[in-house]
Each structure stands twice: as C-alpha cells, then as structure tokens.
C-alpha cells in the first residue's frame, strides 16, 4: 500500500511538474516578448479583412492539429487501434511535455505517454518515423528554397553558372538519399553494420522498416499538407501585420526558416530567439518590416504551439485511455 501510494504521488508531482513548467514557460515568452505590448499599444486597427484572417489563421491551427493526429493513428495502428480523439489528445500531450524541452524531444515522451507500458517503446519509435517524416519534407522544401533564391538573385550574388549547377547537383542527390533512406531503412541498417554509423538508431530503423510503402506514403502526404498549413498560417500572419512580400519570395523564406530550425540545434528558452531571428533574416531579404516580421512569428508560436500545449496540460492531468 505505501509503495503505490508513493507511486502514485510521485506520478502527480511529476503531472504537476509538466503542468507547471509548460505555463511558466509560455508566461515567460510572452512576458519576454517586448513587441506584443507596443503593438497592443500601438494605433493597429483591426478590420473585417484582419479578422478574417486570424479567424483563418486559428481554423488552420485545428487543421494542422488534426492532419497530425490522423497521422499519428497511422503511425501506431501497429501497436494500438485508437481513434482520432484519443490520437488527438496523445498529441496535445506530446505538444504539452515537448514544449519546454530541448528541440521539444518530450513530444517523444509524451506522445506515448497513454499507452501501456510494452507498448510505450514501440509508440517512441513510432513517434520517430513521424518526425523523420516530417523532416524529410523540411528538408526537401528547403532545399528547393535555397535553389530558387540562388537561381533568382544569381547576378545580385556574383555566383557563377557553375558554382549553381553544383548545388543544384548537390541537392538532387541528397534529396535522393534522404528519399530512398526514408522508404528503405534496411539500406541504413546495412550502412550502419557496414561502416558504424546510426549506431543508437538500429531498433528505430528497423520499427520503420515495418511499415509498408503505402503506409510510408500517406504518412509523407500528412506531413506535406501539415507544411501547407504552417506556410498558409504564416503567410497569411505576414499580410496581417501589413508585410508587403509576394506568395513566391514568401515560399523561398519560409522554407529557409524552417530548414534552418530543423539543422540548428535549440532549447526551450531560446526558441523564440531562433524562430524570431532566422524570420528577421530570411524575410528580410524580402522586406525591411523587421518588427511586423517578428510579431508574426512570435503569433504563429503562440498560436500553433502555446494554445495546445495550454490545452495539452488539461489531459495530462486528466486524461487516460490505456
């Protein structure tokens, strides 16, 4: 009786801990966030069009909740047959844990936080393959970014044909590796026997070896339309705060954006940071409205990240499905 009373404390201090630190952590943000309040201050009207927009900007934030929570059924219907609430309230879960820890690796913790215990590690791996997924498609857009910002602003650069031709070169090929390793993992098991590498990454390569190429695909189609979401939300956030920037050169900053939040590693507390300084550096290449620029990134945080990870606390503490 103590040792499950003990148990069962330690397991709510460790709920209220989470709790406790995702809302600290937010508090934190936007206190720290001197843009808000002169915005909040400021002479900004809002009109039918601008309320359109953030009634838009939130409906697609439940979209991209949603696209994730399908994929995530996907994801573990080889460990547990769950429906798209259940798949939903296991991500606002993982949102809530990863919020606050390095490059959000708690989505992994959290995630699988309402399995039962034997299926806890597989719902790790499975977590895994999403994410490769997703990076996948990050990394493919990027790379695009990149070739279209170099291919269109080649004279204003002084690179030569040559000098393009190698990174366009260089991209195909690496966009090929990353696709073929994605829908073969056996081939990176092998690379891993043969020279060494991957070598904490066996068990997840081979959980992702398991799934069939149909499955792969419609896994790779959800993280694609999650990408839309978040390029539509943030774009439409630009035309909100009166940025004058084209869909096109829009497309080739966000895709930089993302890209370099993916390679670059971060924390919790520097998030912001990160997302506000690569936004102010990519999209400033389009426009000089570095202010508006950084409230609609600090926006899209608040939005896609702060209001489900608020809404993930709530079924940390409550929920349960097992």
């Keep these: 009786m103590t040792a499950l009373f003990k148990k069962k404390t330690n397991f709510l201090i460790l709920k209220v801990s989470i709790v406790l630190s995702t809302y600290a952590y937010i508090a934190y943000k936007i206190y720290n966030s001197k843009e808000i309040p002169q915005f909040l201050l400021g002479n900004f009207v809002f009109n039918r069009i601008k309320v359109s927009i953030i009634i838009i900007v939130f409906f697609l934030m439940i979209v991209n909740w949603l696209l994730e929570a399908v994929k995530w059924k996907i994801l573990v219907k080889k460990i547990i047959k769950i429906n798209v609430a259940q798949s939903l309230y296991s991500v606002l879960a993982g949102i809530s844990v990863g919020i606050f820890t390095p490059n959000r690796l708690g989505e992994f913790v959290g995630r699988p936080y309402f399995l039962d215990k034997l299926k806890m590690v597989p719902g790790f791996f499975a977590a895994v393959v999403g994410s490769l997924s997703q990076s996948f498609i990050t990394i493919l857009i990027g790379i695009l970014s990149i070739n279209l910002y170099l291919l269109g602003n080649q004279d204003m650069l002084s690179i030569s044909k040559t000098y393009i031709y190698l990174i366009l070169t260089f991209s195909v090929l690496l966009i090929i590796f990353i696709g073929y390793a994605y829908f073969n993992p056996v081939f990176l098991v ?61 497309f080739i900053g966000i895709g930089l954006i993302y890209l370099f939040l993916l390679v670059i590693p971060g924390f919790a507390l520097s998030e912001i940071g990160v997302r506000g300084s690569l936004a102010i550096f990519f999209l400033g290449m389009f426009s000089n409205d570095y202010s508006a620029i950084l409230l609609a990134t600090i926006s899209l945080w608040i939005i896609n990240l702060a209001l489900p990870a608020i809404w993930g606390t709530f079924i940390v503490m409550y929920g349960k499905f097992k």
């Design 190 to 250: 092998k690379l891993k026997r043969k020279f060494g590498v991957f070598k904490k990454r066996e068990e997840e390569l081979q959980f992702l070896a398991s799934y069939k190429l149909k499955e792969l695909l419609n896994i790779l189609f959800f993280s694609f339309s999650r990408y839309v979401v978040f390029f539509m939300q943030f774009y439409l956030l630009l035309v909100f705060f009166n940025i004058e920037i084209s869909g096109y050169n829009a």
